[in-house]
């Protein structure tokens, strides 16, 4: 299930996640969580609204930074509960709104009850985490039967094919500044339909979408900022230049520059339902439903 391409070749460090440049308190953090959300929510809510949530479902956001998928949640369930989660809760007690349950949470040390869930979401979190496929096993247990676990996660595979040797330079180097000081990994997300699958999850489903930067592109502001705040972490480390790092911000600002930056691999599968009947699961109708759902 371990399917890391480590960048770093060091032992993975403890989960610093946020305590440095991605902290909450980097004053453009907020900014970069925005268009963050703006670039990736209607893909997210495309395929939740596929998985026809019902208005009575129990729902999970696991690392939910600002909140504004748990939100939507809280309105497509109206009769059921939506509980947020983030180690840092400061941006989501503002932003998640009255039918959302704001809890502070560390996903890597605690946990909830087998089967409490009807819906599982987290988006742009598992990556970080150095114990991100134990986390993802843990999760599918956290499913009622029948439940959906929904994981959205990037992964810097394009990057490694870009024309512009400036801006390949900076992510790849981003990708090592992460691998470094947190543990991420940013060559991890391709696999995850196996490792759902390796969880026990059932009825499998894949989207990839390639986020752009550049002169157009919704991405571009999202990696002007991202770069920006790595910027001196990736000066110390020795990552890039000061050249390179300005050559590769220089590319935002130019209007014959897009590019694609890295992919979203999103992926959902779903614990076996159980019947009365004792039978554990049915194979899906035609028209996409288990039977006795
Ligand atoms: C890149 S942000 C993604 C936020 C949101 N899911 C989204 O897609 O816009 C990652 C979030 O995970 C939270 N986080 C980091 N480590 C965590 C942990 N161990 N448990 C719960 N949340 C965590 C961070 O505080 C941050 O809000």
Not at 4 to 31: C, F, I, K, N, W
């Given at each position: 299930?371990?399917?890391?391409?480590?960048?770093?070749?060091?032992?993975?460090?403890?989960?610093?996640?946020?305590?440095?440049?991605?902290?909450?308190?980097?004053?453009?953090?907020?900014?970069?969580?925005?268009?963050?959300?703006?670039?990736?929510?209607?893909?997210?809510?495309?395929?939740?609204?596929?998985?026809?949530?019902?208005?009575?479902?129990?729902?999970?956001?696991?690392?939910?930074?600002?909140?504004?998928?748990?939100?939507?949640?809280?309105?497509?369930?109206?009769?059921?509960?939506?509980?947020?989660?983030?180690?840092?809760?400061?941006?989501?007690?503002?932003?998640?709104?009255?039918?959302?349950?704001?809890?502070?949470?560390?996903?890597?040390?605690?946990?909830?009850?087998?089967g409490?869930?009807d819906?599982?979401?987290?988006?742009?979190?598992?990556?970080?985490?150095?114990?991100?496929?134990?986390?993802?096993?843990?999760?599918?247990?956290?499913l009622a039967p029948g439940g959906w676990?929904?994981?959205?996660?990037?992964?810097?595979?394009?990057?490694?094919?870009?024309?512009?040797?400036?801006?390949?330079?900076?992510?790849?180097?981003?990708?090592?500044?992460?691998?470094?000081?947190?543990?991420?990994?940013?060559?991890?997300?391709?696999?995850?339909?196996?490792?759902?699958?390796?969880?026990g999850l059932v009825d499998?489903?894949?989207?990839?979408?390639?986020?752009?930067?550049?002169?157009?592109?919704?991405?571009?502001?999202?990696?002007?900022?991202?770069?920006?705040?790595?910027?001196?972490?990736?000066?110390?480390?020795?990552?890039?230049?000061?050249?390179?790092?300005?050559?590769?911000?220089?590319?935002?600002?130019?209007?014959?520059?897009?590019?694609?930056?890295?992919?979203?691999?999103?992926?959902?599968g779903r614990r076996r339902p159980t019947f009365a009947d004792g039978t554990r699961h049915r194979a899906r109708s035609?028209?996409?439903q288990s039977a006795g759902r």
């Amino acid at each position: 299930m371990n399917a890391e391409a480590a960048v770093s070749g060091g032992q993975p460090p403890a989960d610093r996640y946020g305590e440095d440049m991605l902290a909450h308190t980097v004053p453009t953090e907020a900014r970069r969580h925005l268009l963050l959300q703006r670039l990736l929510d209607p893909e997210t809510k495309r395929i939740l609204t596929g998985l026809r949530i019902r208005p009575h479902w129990r729902c999970l956001e696991l690392g939910a930074g600002i909140g504004t998928v748990a939100r939507w949640l809280g309105e497509q369930c109206p009769d059921g509960r939506v509980v947020a989660t983030d180690v840092d809760v400061g941006p989501l007690r503002s932003a998640a709104g009255p039918r959302v349950e704001v809890l502070r949470h560390d996903v890597t040390t605690e946990g909830f009850p087998t089967g409490s869930f009807d819906l599982i979401h987290t988006r742009m979190l598992l990556f970080n985490l150095p114990a991100r496929d134990a986390v993802l096993t843990r999760a599918a247990d956290w499913l009622a039967p029948g439940g959906w676990l929904v994981v959205e996660e990037p992964d810097a595979f394009p990057i490694d094919s870009s024309p512009y040797p400036a801006f390949r330079r900076a992510v790849q180097a981003g990708e090592e500044l992460v691998a470094r000081s947190h543990g991420a990994a940013t060559r991890w997300a391709r696999g995850l339909p196996e490792y759902l699958r390796a969880a026990g999850l059932v009825d499998l489903g894949l989207s990839v979408k390639i986020q752009h930067a550049g002169n157009g592109a919704g991405g571009n502001e999202f990696w002007r900022v991202l770069l920006t705040q790595f910027g001196p972490g990736l000066l110390d480390a020795g990552l890039l230049t000061e050249t390179e790092l300005a050559a590769a911000l220089a590319l935002f600002d130019d209007p014959g520059f897009v590019d694609a930056a890295h992919a979203t691999v999103s992926a959902w599968g779903r614990r076996r339902p159980t019947f009365a009947d004792g039978t554990r699961h049915r194979a899906r109708s035609a028209g996409g439903q288990s039977a006795g759902r």
